[in-house]
């Protein structure tokens, strides 16, 4: 199990493997080129958003899923799955690999989710701007942050962690030009965030949800990504 011991680093730009969700070419010599990525960028910042998967996006792993943007750029996009558990894994699993807490603790029986298909070893907390790390927290727009390091998990365990929080594994990732492919294909649907939704909904229940903030009724989208 990795968590980092020092500052968070960017982990832009691998993108996540075998991704299937994107009918087409997504780097620069792909059908929109990268005069089109580029001014799309200019217009759209994604950072603190949701992507909601849309039926039919092609890859298991992200069928129904919705993601929470941490980070987004030129050098691409890394996201955090909220509603999909890890199977089998429990916050106290963790605590007692790396050694932390007390087994029979109220944070032990905290789940785990899968936060996407790259680097799922490596542990991310999402969590309420109310907690600081010492080491180093990610603020991003909209009340959330996100930390990577190991004192997090130390101070859940001692009960001086953040208000509200999900301890994932793993994350996912887009190159390039990859995400805003993937958008233009109606690979995806974007909406804002809220930590309610994020933190207090239950995770069967979020991707629905994040469709009815646009308006949208889960039962009349099309089994296929694509245009109408």
């Not at 997504?26 to 992507?51: A, I, S, V, Y």
């Not at 943007?69 to 963790?94: Q, T």
């Not at 001692?158 to 793993?170: D, N, T, W």
Request: charged content about 20%; some cysteine.
């Amino acid at each position: 199990m990795f968590w980092s011991n020092g500052r968070f680093a960017a982990i832009l730009p691998e993108a996540s493997p075998g991704r299937t969700s994107a009918p087409l070419a997504c780097g620069p010599g792909g059908r929109h080129g990268g005069g089109r990525q580029q001014e799309r960028r200019k217009f759209m910042d994604l950072t603190g958003k949701l992507l909601i998967a849309m039926p039919g996006i092609g890859d298991p792993r992200f069928e129904h899923s919705v993601v929470f943007l941490c980070s987004y750029g030129e050098e691409g996009a890394m996201g955090l799955i909220v509603n999909k558990p890890a199977d089998g894994v429990a916050l106290g699993d963790l605590l007692e690999q790396l050694d932390l807490g007390e087994e029979g603790s109220a944070a032990a029986a905290l789940p785990v989710r899968f936060g996407g298909p790259v680097e799922t070893q490596r542990g991310f907390v999402l969590h309420t701007p109310d907690y600081e790390s010492d080491v180093s927290s990610l603020k991003v727009p909209g009340g959330f942050s996100m930390t990577a390091t190991l004192d997090i998990l130390e101070d859940i365990a001692l009960g001086q962690g953040p208000e509200q929080l999900l301890v994932l594994l793993g994350y996912a990732g887009w190159g390039p030009g990859q995400l805003e492919a993937e958008i233009a294909m109606n690979g995806w649907l974007t909406a804002d965030a809220s930590p309610d939704l994020v933190f207090s909904l239950a995770d069967d229940s979020k991707w629905e949800a994040s469709l009815n903030t646009l308006g949208v009724d889960p039962l009349t989208l099309s089994a296929s990504a694509g245009h109408a």
